[in-house]
């Protein structure tokens, strides 16, 4: 694997980066905290997203960057293939995204995935590796180089290579083994606890069936008997209903003769009424005609007195009429004096007012009308108007006495006109009253004569009708007693079929009873078979678990026991070039104590230098790395070296450094983390990272080292002006 470029914005330290990785020994130069390390986590971080970030995702935007995008891209290859891998952070709830391009010539050849878990899951299968195998294989840290040494037991140390190596994953497997094996026990016995033998519910269900036979026949025998006495109880039922059939018609025969009785009473009753009543007008006749000479003298008498007033009434209509025209005539004089009194009222008042205007002149004054002076005409025309005056007074006091004899006139004839009017009116409903009286007198005669004839006719119809009735009843020969009898017996049936159907019902509900009994024990069968049937699987679960524990721990020991040898040789190889033939073998025994060969001796670590202590765990460190990389078999083309320096004199450094110089067949790209300015010069390429002390953001170069080749080195590192999210890569 190699890394191609990377460009980083908004995260962490750095605002914008954009870099091209060169190939050979690099060296990442830089104060501490500069972000010298947090340079090289980036790539972690494009590849795996948070899972391989050393804190929450908060505190991975640039700080003061707002809602700005973090964005990572990490091009990279694998193989023959180009990879493209971006990851972004986005909006206030900084949501995840990744996606990933293979390219092909310089360009994105197609989408391979898309999404962060997509994306972890296609970059941990292109790689063999998660993100902590990533880190042990192309990481190596100063404090993972001491621990090697510095724990105190040989467990502690077993536990630190197994942990690095990924061996921990077989223990978690074992485990997870265990933790299955101990449930599945658990179940196993408390489902063995709960296991009946199978023959005493074969014999319990044995007995059901049995009771459910003993219950059918009691069942059958019942149907049958209950078949019998529905038969009997049919003819019984036919029996009854016939004469209950009976019994109604009888019944409504003895209303409908109970009604015509009663309707016949009741029509003698209105017949003897009104023939008692006819009677009575019949009586009133005869003796009207044994007195008829009489009646008819009266009626003689009454004729000549009658006859007068006959008369005296049509006079009297005659001058009501005449009095009628009067008083018409009256009220017409009445209001033609009333006119001419007004007229001669204005007369008198307008002779009045020339006498005083007269008066007011003297002689010698003109005339009103002509002009001329009145002189000897003065008192003839005051004389005039006195003497006019004087008449119309004396004619309006004579009209006024006439108008008031004309009203007392008109108001006598009003009275008598209203005395006569009401006398007519009486005439009239005397007249009126006597005809009616007659009318009804005639009217009840006819009336009582009719209803005679129609109550004769009921009668005759009510009575034919309670005849029939009589000959109905009679053909119906119904018998109240036979009724009665039959009646109880039908009872009597009802209530032996009642309670037969209310045993026949017990024997049903004892036969159901029975199959729910049967259906119970079976279904406790298959329970058990089931039980049963868990059982085994389970058995044979525990045994797979216990062989499947017992191939993860021989697995175990025999990679372990690989791991050791395997360790010591690449370790001896890599000490014996760094230590310059110095010390030839590193060992690692069966208790991991770590020992070093001192001209063909063995002695522990811990009797060596400082330096050379850091140099034999530099060593070990180196070879964890290519175990892990061989396992997962990915090439090892890259390694990142976090201030593995440690205590190292100059001189030892840079025989260090010359050796990692040497590696480069087999690292490609090696890159040395490191606050040592000094060393600078054995670097083919130096990546500087410098902090801003205002702002506190860093920003990086990239420049040739003295060790520089044309061939390793790519491109300068120019940070990005004006960066910004890629656009159609991630949506």
């Given at each position: 694997m190699r890394l191609i470029?990377?460009?980083l914005l908004n995260y962490r330290k750095f605002k914008a980066v954009n870099i091209a990785f060169p190939d050979g020994l690099i060296g990442v130069i830089g104060a501490n905290g500069s972000g010298k390390s947090t340079l090289m986590e980036a790539l972690a971080w494009v590849i795996y997203g948070n899972l391989a970030s050393r804190t929450s995702k908060e505190q991975i935007p640039t700080q003061g960057s707002g809602d700005e995008i973090t964005q990572g891209i990490l091009t990279l290859e694998i193989g023959n293939q180009i990879y493209q891998v971006i990851r972004q952070l986005k909006g206030q709830n900084l949501s995840s995204q990744a996606a990933v391009y293979v390219k092909q010539d310089g360009s994105l050849k197609e989408q391979a995935a898309k999404g962060t878990e997509a994306t972890q899951i296609f970059m941990k299968k292109v790689l063999g590796l998660d993100y902590q195998s990533f880190f042990t294989s192309f990481f190596a840290r100063q404090q993972e180089l001491n621990l090697l040494s510095d724990l105190k037991t040989p467990a502690q140390r077993q536990n630190l290579i197994i942990r690095m190596l990924g061996i921990d994953t077989i223990d978690y497997a074992r485990e997870l083994i265990k933790k299955d094996r101990s449930l599945s026990l658990t179940k196993l016995?408390?489902?063995?606890?709960t296991l009946i033998d199978e023959n005493e519910l074969q014999i319990e269900l044995a007995s059901k069936e049995k009771e459910r036979n003993k219950a059918n026949k009691a069942l059958e025998k019942a149907l049958a008997n209950q078949k019998t006495k529905r038969d009997a109880l049919e003819k019984i039922v036919l029996d009854y209903r016939s004469l209950e059939?009976?019994?109604?018609?009888?019944?409504?025969?003895?209303?409908?003769?109970?009604?015509?009785?009663?309707?016949?009473?009741?029509?003698?009753?209105?017949?003897?009424?009104?023939?008692?009543?006819?009677?009575?007008?019949?009586?009133?006749?005869?003796?009207?005609?044994?007195n008829s000479s009489q009646e008819q003298e009266r009626n003689k008498l009454e004729s000549k007195k009658t006859i007068p007033k006959i008369k005296d009434k049509?006079?009297?209509?005659?001058?009501?009429?005449?009095?009628?025209v009067d008083l018409n005539l009256a009220l017409k004089a009445k209001y033609q004096l009333s006119a001419s009194i007004k007229n001669l009222k204005d007369l008198l008042a307008q002779t009045n007012e020339n006498l005083e205007r007269i008066k007011r002149l003297g002689p010698n004054e003109p005339c009103p009308l002509c002009k001329r002076k009145l002189e000897q005409h003065h008192q003839t025309l005051n004389n005039h108007y006195t003497a006019e005056i004087t008449r119309i007074t004396t004619e309006l006091s004579s009209l006024s006495k006439t108008l008031q004899d004309k009203e007392k006139k008109a108001g006598e004839l009003s009275k008598s006109i209203a005395l006569r009017r009401e006398e007519k009116e009486k005439l009239l409903q005397e007249k009126v009253h006597y005809q009616a009286s007659i009318a009804a007198l005639g009217d009840r005669e006819n009336k009582a004569t009719k209803e005679i004839r129609r109550l004769k006719t009921d009668i005759y119809q009510i009575k034919s009708n309670i005849e029939n009735i009589r000959?109905?009843?009679?053909?119906?020969?119904?018998?109240?007693?036979?009724?009665?009898?039959a009646k109880k017996k039908y009872d009597t049936s009802l209530e032996a079929k009642h309670q037969l159907d209310l045993a026949t019902k017990e024997y049903e509900n004892n036969v159901r009873l029975s199959d729910l009994k049967i259906k119970e024990a079976k279904e406790k069968i298959d329970l058990y078979k089931s039980a049963k049937k868990n059982v085994d699987d389970l058995s044979k679960k525990h045994r797979q678990l216990d062989q499947l524990n017992g191939v993860f721990e021989k697995f175990r020991t025999n990679l372990v026991g690989r791991i050791r040898p395997a360790l010591s040789e690449k370790s001896s190889h890599l000490l014996s070039q760094l230590s310059e033939g110095k010390y030839s073998q590193l060992e690692i025994d069966d208790k991991y104590e770590i020992n070093a060969y001192d001209r063909d001796k063995k002695y522990p670590i811990n009797r060596f230098s400082g330096g050379e202590k850091d140099l034999a765990n530099l060593c070990l460190r180196l070879s964890i790395s290519e175990l892990m990389l061989e396992r997962s078999q990915t090439d090892s083309s890259f390694l990142i070296l976090d201030e593995v320096f440690g205590s190292q004199d100059s001189q030892r450094r840079s025989s260090i450094l010359h050796t990692l110089g040497g590696l480069s067949k087999r690292y490609r790209q090696l890159f040395v983390i490191t606050h040592i300015e000094d060393i600078k010069d054995a670097f083919e390429s130096i990546i500087s990272v410098q902090e801003d002390d205002d702002s506190k953001l860093s920003k990086i170069s990239l420049s040739e080292g003295s060790n520089y080749s044309v061939a390793s080195f790519k491109q300068s590192l120019t940070p990005l002006s004006s960066s910004s999210p890629v656009k159609g890569l991630v949506t």
């Open positions: 470029s990377l460009e016995e408390t489902l063995k606890g059939k009976n019994r109604d018609k009888h019944t409504s025969l003895k209303q409908d003769w109970l009604l015509a009785t009663h309707r016949l009473k009741e029509c003698q009753n209105n017949l003897k009424k009104y023939q008692q009543e006819l009677k009575e007008i019949n009586q009133t006749k005869t003796k009207l005609n044994k049509q006079k009297y209509i005659q001058e009501l009429e005449k009095l009628e000959l109905q009843g009679k053909k119906l020969k119904f018998d109240e007693e036979k009724y009665l009898i």
